[in-house]
């Protein structure tokens, strides 16, 4: 963990991700600085999870660069990407939890392969990353196929926070969450990135995530990045995406003040 | 170091926690926290203090609050002093967990013979209720036709035809070559030990015989299975497992009407018609090798083929050819529809269907010889 922490945790320049002929990010450039909390927001298709997915590396890109914690991924060699990679955790949409290991098992999956850990030590960090996340140990031995909607992506999020990694990914953490569940999802996410210096890279829809936990936020619109920073900056917008989002019907809930983390 | 003991003035301990208390050390972190709160170590009260602490994760939160605890279970007092407003959050976050946590689950292994026992029981169980959901399918399945000779507009002819192209047109190139072979290796061994006697006519008479009635049909069938039973089982487990059986059922159609009967129905026209080209496919290989290797004119093994088979064997064969094909699907059905929530139930489906439909393919296969032989056919 000796490597420098450069003042972005993500940095991209010119991004172009294509799908054949159709352009999906047009030259986009994007900054998530070390330590803040970035909401991404965009209309649906608009490629959020294409970009997420690029700089994870699951994509290819067409051109440009991405460094992800001061490490450019076209120089890196696999040593060090592979170090990177232990570095950072994601959060799918989805879940992706392994459907064959039990919700225990899947959070220890990533601790059994990269630490040299007792049983006993293992079996306690991955109860206490279930229990952060708001599930119950009772539920820890059951598999995939037995969790609702929101356990799946509790339990997801406690597989991508099992190494503390210091950046983070989340595919729409909060979807598929009762209003409470979210709330404190939220609550969690600001707390342990006040203790760990997490940086957070966040695609979400829920406007009170936005308003309650992120620094910042971007919103990406025709393949580009629009706008960037608070989130009264986006509310004094004059883009029409942006005026809707910001402004429509459910945007009442942005007018009450952020309450400050915890 | 990253845990130290010391002795303050007073007479209470100190102890130092320094450095980096993250995932990285946390091997050699439980180590050390182990040597002090095991029984034997009696250090008595004191403070712990954390201003040394560089770095901390949950790893090292979790592994601290053990310190505090086994300092509480001894009914002594454990002060945390400076400890740095930034790690505050995740301390009392994680002190804060369920406790205690439940007991590990006791490493299996202590009882072979109950164990074994519990195990054959139920695999025992498990094979009558596969026995139950196949006959189940099979009524389903049968249930479905009658609804469909009722009602023919409901019968979906396009997906038949597609299942069709799939198990029948696609599997012709592979099947002739296979069955081609299998001929060629019949012929081969038939007259390498028939000419030890001078038996070589005879060669005819087994290939054709034991290909017509029973190696054709069995080769093509144990490939279908193979082939189609094995896709069908992954198709629609995997369409069980994203709930899109249960999708089709709640907007009130049928999946047996749907998916499954579709795929039988192109099971059952698909195996005749590869028997009968296996079969030829099987004599041409016969012949082939009978020519190129036993020396006999092609024109001599048409001739004693002519007098060695008759229609009936032709019949024998193709009559078991849509029974095996029913076995094959409705196993395959039944199979991809017990599917539970894992990739590996999909796995362990898949296979069970392929080994069940084999399994089932050489049985009836043995019914029928012995239904033949009691007619006389």
Redesign the interface.
Known sequence: ?GAPHPASAVRIRDLVVCFGDHIILDQLSLDVRTGEILGFVGGSGSGKSVLLRSVIGLLPKRQGTIEVLGIDRDRADDAALHALERRWGVLFQRGALF??LTALQNVQFP?REN???????L???A???L??VGLD??D??K????LSGGMTKRVALARA?A??PELVFLDEPTSGLDPIAAGEFDELIR??Q????LTVFMVTHDLESLRSVCDRVAALADGRVIAIGTISDMRRSTHPWMQAYFQGKRSHILATPPITG? | MLLSLGRRDDGGVELVAAGAWTAPNAAELERLVQGMTADSFAAGAGTLNLSGIERIDTYGALLLDRLLLAWKARGQNLGVVGAAGRHQGLLREVHGLTRPRPPEPAPRGADQIPLALEHLGRSVSDKGRNLVTLINMVGALGLAIVGVLRQPTKFRLTSAVHQLDRVAWQAVPIILLITFLIGGIIAQQGFFHFRKFGADEYVVDMVGILVLREIGVLIVAIMVAGRSGSSYTAELGSMKMREEIDALRTMGFDPVEILLLPRAIALVLALPLLTFLGAMAALSGGGTVAWLYGGMDPSIFIARLREAISLTHFEVGLIKAPFMALAIGAVACAEGLTVQGSAESLGFRTTACVVKSIFLVIVLDGLFAMFFASIGM
């Open positions: 963990m459907s064959s601790m630490l040299c850990l007792s049983a006993r030590l079996r306690d960090v109860l206490a990353k229990e952060m140990a009772r820890a031995d598999l995939p196929s037995e926070l190494l503390d707390t342990l006040q203790t760990l210096g915890a």
